[in-house]
């Protein structure tokens, strides 16, 4: 107990020396002092025995309480990564800090090579989980634009224990995105064929046939005619479900076959 007393002891007085600094009359609006003072992860790390778990929260809610200052003040959120960092050597199983530094630090701070070094960290540290690369997958896909990599990082969250379906759903939209129309079918079909869920059925259902529909559109602008089109429906025969297609002037319509 005196141990413990001495830890939380020595983390109040450094975060209050900090807040107190932070407010000197010559350091008043100057956020960037107030953590200048903040231990190291290594040093938090020595000095919490056996009361990492109490730390950590109080490390995680001075995280939330800077990030939500500063996001609605000045937005300087220069000290995040040094935060995020530190909680991380503190407690490498701390999910929750992973996803919300990585997703924070690209987007807020505009740093997302600190970012993807968070998340990074986090699947060195749990490498079983599907929510560290499915967020990095989510950056990809929102922040980089970079489709290839973003269908990559989906798919391989999916592979990972306990991953929900959507995982793969992601991976589908970003094949999408990218133009590779047939590879998006390929995952909404296996999609199809491995959900007993039916509402999963039917989306996979109706994206295959949106797709299907956007290929009609594109192949009528590039000049081909309905017997051409047609004709390379025919290579799609890896469908699981059966359909019929009705073809108009610049559209068609997909019926599934019960």
């Known amino acids: 107990m005196k141990k413990f007393l001495i830890v939380i002891i020595f983390f109040i007085l450094t975060l209050s020396f900090a807040f107190l600094l932070q407010n000197l009359p010559e350091n008043k609006g100057k956020f960037e002092t107030e953590l200048l003072y903040f231990p190291s992860g290594k040093m938090i790390k020595e000095i919490s025995l056996d009361y990492k778990t109490t730390l950590t929260n109080i490390m995680w ?6 990030y939500g200052q500063h996001l609605l003040t000045d937005r300087k959120l220069d000290h995040l990564y040094k935060l995020f960092d530190a909680i991380t050597q503190l407690d490498s199983n701390f999910l929750q800090c992973y ?4 997703t924070v630090i690209t987007y807020d701070m505009k ?41 990559r ?8 224990k ?9 991976a589908a939209a970003s094949k999408k995105k ?21 509402f999963e059925k039917q989306k996979a259902i109706n994206n295959i046939i949106t797709i299907l529909k956007e290929i009609y559109k594109k192949k009528v602008k590039e000049g ?14 890896f469908i699981s479900f059966q359909f019929n297609i009705k073809f108009f002037k610049d559209s068609i319509s997909l019926e599934v076959k019960d």
């Open 61 to 66: 809610f001075q995280i939330i309480q800077y």
């Open 99 to 102: 996803i919300f530094g990585g």
């Open 111 to 151: 740093k997302p090579d600190l970012g993807m070094a968070i998340l990074k960290k986090g699947m060195v540290n749990l490498p079983t989980l599907w929510q560290i690369p499915f967020i990095q997958g989510f950056l990809y896909y929102v922040y980089f634009q970079d489709y290839e990599k973003s269908y």
């Open 224 to 237: 081909e005619n309905q017997f051409q089109i047609m004709e390379e429906f025919k290579k799609i025969d």
């Open 178 to 198: 990218e133009g590779d129309y047939i590879t998006a079918i390929k995952l909404w079909n296996q999609i199809y064929d491995n959900s007993n869920n039916r």
């Open 153 to 160: 990082w989906f798919l391989f969250s999916s592979t990972k």
């Open 162 to 170: 306990d991953a929900p379906y959507y995982c793969k759903t992601f």
